[in-house]
């Protein structure tokens, strides 16, 4: 029933869902916050240039990325909105950041010089933005090495210091105090810069669950990531406004059989029948970046019913228990994360299941995995 041109696994993407999820964020911010949709690491697994096609569609003025070479794919793609990337760069990136009018992230003297020198070499101003490390001990300045470091950009020609950003540690989490303490240091910073005089025309600092929960985190832009793309960014609260997931994860049947009693299934015979089994053969495995650690506990649906795996999870394929759904053959859909029916397999389901979070269980999915579009 389900076959899109011998593709037996594919990813149906929904852009109009992003779409929606984008102008719920900019119903929810307001008309003087930007809305930078990030979309790094191929858009969650979405498809970073589609993506950042229906996110600016609705309303989103800017783009986020973390590496270099991410921003230069929406770039040969024809993407000409403003996009900042956010991770770290060797001063060796220079070159391609004003080759590309790329936004940079620096936090080391060495590459603001190499921009600097690559810029005016060109005849251009440059934009750039310094992340402020408010407590996660990652990238960024610490809060005392901002004003020195501003003045030293400052000084230097072919740059103009356009942003200023940190991001949040427990975003997530009910208890929002360590969220206000980091609030209240950045906010410092802030204040110490206008004190010099200085002005840094955008301030960021939200992602998605702050972007909900706290509007004294907005500033005058803010960054949705997860919830972008329908899934939920808390474990701990429900989202304020309605998310549409954006991705379904969808496979065939490749095989029906049935098993006799003490029929071992899969490597390491990790699962025996106890009963005769109708078992059917799905072709996705963690070649696909369906996780091995699913073996024996994933679901997934089947004629809108729910199947269990049974056995390991190989490289390309791993086996579901069938018994109670009647009728099933080769090449019936199954859906691994989604609806199918009245039924759904969440990637907040499939994330727990795994012992993991919903960004990895559509960031995992591997280039082989066909992305298919609608909307």
């Known amino acids: 029933m389900a076959d899109i041109e011998g593709v037996v696994t594919w990813a149906e993407i929904d852009l109009e869902a992003i779409r929606k999820n984008v102008r719920s964020f900019v119903r929810h911010v307001g008309s003087t916050v930007q809305v930078m949709a990030v979309v790094k690491a191929n858009a969650y697994g979405h498809g970073a240039v589609p993506v950042a096609r229906a996110a600016l569609e609705a309303g989103a003025t800017r783009l986020a990325v973390h590496r270099l070479t991410e921003g230069i794919e929406l770039r040969q793609a024809g993407i000409d909105a403003p996009v900042l990337v956010m991770g770290y760069t060797p001063p060796t990136g220079a070159d391609a950041f004003v080759q590309w009018n790329l936004t940079p992230s620096t936090i080391t003297p060495e590459f603001a010089q190499a921009l600097s020198a690559s810029a005016a070499a060109q005849g251009k101003t440059m934009p750039v933005h310094v992340k402020v490390d408010t407590g996660m001990s990652r990238y960024g300045l610490l809060s005392a090495e901002v004003v020195p470091f501003l003045q030293a950009a400052r000084a230097l020609p072919g740059i103009r210091v356009e942003g200023l950003f940190t991001h949040f540690a427990t975003a997530d989490a009910s208890d929002q105090t360590w969220v206000r303490q980091q609030i209240a240091e950045f906010d410092q910073v802030i204040a110490a810069i206008r004190n010099t005089g200085m ?50 994860l969808k496979s065939t049947v490749s095989r029906v059989r049935e098993l ?17 089994t109708t078992a059917a053969l799905v072709p996705v495995g963690y070649g696909d970046g369906y996780h091995r650690i699913l073996s024996n ?28 759904i009647p009728g099933v053959q080769q090449n019936d859909e199954v859906v691994l994360v989604g609806q199918q029916g009245a039924e759904r397999v969440s990637a907040e389901e499939v994330g727990r299941l795994a012992g993991s979070i919903n960004y990895e269980v559509t960031t995992g999915l591997l280039p082989r995995v066909v992305r298919k579009y609608r909307g």
């Open 260 to 276: 006799p009693v003490g029929a071992g299934v899969s490597y390491g015979r990790t699962f025996v029948t106890g009963r005769p």
């Open 297 to 324: 506990k994933g679901i997934v649906l089947v004629h809108g019913q729910r199947a269990p795996i049974i056995g390991r999870v190989c490289m390309d394929q791993f086996v579901i228990d069938v018994t109670g």
């Open 199 to 248: 002005d840094i025309p955008i301030i960021h600092a939200a992602n998605s669950a702050t972007t909900m929960k706290l509007p004294e985190a907005h500033y005058n832009a803010v960054r949705p990531g997860i919830a972008m793309y329908g899934m939920k960014p808390s474990s701990e609260w429900e989202p304020v406004f309605e998310l549409h997931p954006a991705l379904t």
